[in-house]
Each structure stands twice: as structure tokens, then as C-alpha cells.
């Protein structure tokens, strides 16, 4: 019987350089737990790997007043996760394994894209980030990753407060580690979850609160499967604009 959580309190930040491109700079404090048969064999705190996004608007339109049509908005990023956490963490005097690090101990590219198109209060929206991971000193590569999220949405508004509950899918695919070039079989997969989520805005507060439920998985023999996911935020939006 093994139980592992991963807990991260991810400090964020968006500076815009015009109306079309925008930097994303994000900071993760973590906790990684495991136990097996009762015992814990991991609860580490520390910071994680940062990352920097260049996000770039491809297209932004609006909608007329008189003739109404689809917004649509797509946006595309490129950036990095720098290797400044710590990888060498160790749980009652052994080292502890590097999926439960709170660093990498590698630089890794990411490639991110956002789309969205709406009419009126409904709309769709797909979101999606790319991981290309690079070989550490050890001779191990984690698995490149790709995360994607579809879902239909609602735009509502109640007296100064903009809401938008929203349904979908999320899904997980992670490609096998590599150990000096032979990949490890018993890494890898993919698992699809359900997704719920809801965003709220007062003035220039912004709240944001999803539930994801694994319902389906095909991965290796070593990976646990994933249960639950739950994602909470809040903004505050600075500027004069």
C-alpha cells in the first residue's frame, strides 16, 4: 500500500511589454509526500524549479456590438524551467527518489498554447503545455510531457461579479525515462481526468478553483496511478489598465 501527494504553492507573476506579447515568470514551494505500509519514506519541503514563458497574442479579436460574431483569442509561449531547485534532498538519512525532489536538476524547455472562441456568454476554450526535458549529470532523462485541457464554458454576471463555471477533460501524456540512452519500460502513459472548474472577477481580484477526477489511465508498471487533482488561485491585476 503506497500514498503519494505532491503539494505546490506556485507564486506567479505576468509583466505584458505591449498589447501582444507578455512575460510569466512562476515560482513553486513544495511538498512531496510518500508512505508505504504505514511507514512515510518522504516529506520534503523546498523550493522547485522556476520558470520564465514568453507569451506572444497571435489573434485577438472582439466582438461587434451591431453584428455579432465569435471572439477568439490565441495565444502561443516559449520559455524554460531553470534547474535551481534542489535534486539532492535526502528523508531520514537516505537520499530521496528524484521523482519527489523539489527540483529537476535539469534545464527544461516548455511550449505552451491557449486558444479560446466565444459567442456571447458561451464558449470553448483549449489549453496546452509542452515539457522537452534535457539529461542530468547522472545520465537519466525524465520523459518529455504534454498536459491539455478542452472545456465549455459560461460567462455570467451578478451584481459586480463576473463568473464562469465551466466543464471538460484534462488529459496527461508523459513519454518513458532514459537511462543513458535505454528507455525505462516501466515509466510513461497517459491519464485522461475529468475537469470542473470556476473563475470569478470583482473589480480586479480574480479567484480560480478546479477539480480534476482520473478515469481512465494506461501507464508503466513503476508509475502510480493518479487520483484527484485540485487547483486553486488568486490574482490580483495591477496597472492603470
Known sequence: HRIENYQALEFRGEFWLGDRWALLTMLPVLNNYASSNGGVDADIYGIGDPSVLARWVALNTKADQENVKWVKRLTLGFGAKLPLGTADRRYAGELVDHDL????????????????????????????????????????????????????????????????????VYQEWMAKDRYDGVDDQGTGGSTWFSHLGVRFWVDRLAFNLSWQHAVAHDQGANMMPNRDRIVGGITWMLGSE
Not at 154 to 163: D, E, F, P
Open 101 to 168: 525532489q523539489p527540483g529537476s536538476g535539469t534545464l527544461d524547455g516548455l511550449l505552451s498554447a491557449e486558444y479560446m472562441m466565444r459567442k456571447r456568454k458561451w464558449g470553448a476554450g483549449m489549453s496546452s503545455v509542452v515539457r522537452l526535458n534535457t539529461r542530468d549529470g547522472h545520465g537519466r532523462r525524465g520523459g518529455h510531457g504534454v498536459n491539455m485541457t478542452l472545456e465549455a464554458f459560461r460567462i455570467l454576471r451578478t451584481k459586480g461579479i463576473q463568473w464562469m463555471p465551466s466543464a471538460g
